[in-house]
């Protein structure tokens, strides 16, 4: 793994960003919906996703792609050489002694995860943030064990190894996805909890809506906007096309 992207293997697999981008986008707005109790899917057309989504990317992509580039431009070799290194190591030992050693390096992630998850499902206090943050350091290694593994098994059977490059831009749209999905359950905490849109003032032809401490807007598309009522855990979906104005207020 000292090369760790290939220029050519690099511009095979950017072909695919695109469709990348909309399967993720997609990703973020489902989840932060249904945390709201809307199934989004019925109101989004799909030209929206990566609008809506467009508004994060750069921020994404600032605190995960910048900064692993820059890492494996200054570190990459040094990496790749002990990569490579384990990775030969492991290699000769069997199944079941690579377990036990991957086991030995991630063992006290497993165990803080099951300590949290049983915790909240005896108290019912779900922090979905804290428990995605969790699950996405052993489930780095988990990737890290199954790709070694396919490369174990296409050496043995095809004595042929899977390019570094694919594997590293896997793990890379792994930490990506976890990234957007930590920052989705904060985005909708932030607006459960710690009420970002009060004051927010929302004038239809026949109502008027004052986000407070009990009600707060959600967001909206391009024909749907999206209300929540905080104390009664419903959310209402109003047309567009009776918003008369729109006065957003951000914490």
Not at 34 to 58: A, P, Q
Not at 204 to 230: P, R
């Amino acid at each position: 793994m000292i090369n760790f992207f290939k220029k050519e293997q690099l511009i095979e697999i950017l072909k695919y960003s695109p469709a990348f981008l909309i399967f993720v986008g997609c990703i973020k707005l489902i989840i932060f919906y249904n945390l709201f109790g809307i199934r989004i899917i019925d109101y989004l057309d799909l030209t929206e996703v990566l609008i809506s989504f467009f508004d994060n990317l750069i921020n994404y992509l600032l605190t995960t792609i910048v900064p692993m580039l820059a890492m494996l431009t200054f570190f990459g070799k040094k990496i790749g050489e002990e990569s490579q290194k384990s990775f030969t190591q492991n290699s000769e030992l069997n199944f079941v002694e690579r377990i036990k050693s991957d086991f030995k390096e991630f063992y006290i992630l497993i165990i803080l995860t099951l300590v949290l998850l049983i915790f909240q499902l005896v108290t019912n206090k779900w922090n979905y943030q804290l428990l995605c943050t969790l699950i996405s350091y052993p489930g780095i290694y988990v990737i890290i064990f199954i790709t070694r593994e396919v490369r174990i098994s296409y050496i043995k059977q095809y004595r042929y190894t899977i390019p570094a490059t694919y594997i590293n831009i896997f793990m890379m749209a792994y930490l990506f996805i976890t990234l957007i999905i930590q920052n989705t359950f904060k985005e909708a905490t932030e607006i459960k909890d710690e009420h970002k849109y009060f004051g927010t003032e929302i004038y239809f032809e026949k109502d008027t809506i004052k986000c407070d401490s009990n009600i707060t807007y959600v967001g909206q598309t391009k024909n749907f906007l999206f209300v929540y009522d905080i104390q009664k855990h419903k959310s209402l979906v109003f047309p567009k096309t009776k918003l008369q104005k729109l006065i957003l207020v951000q914490k």
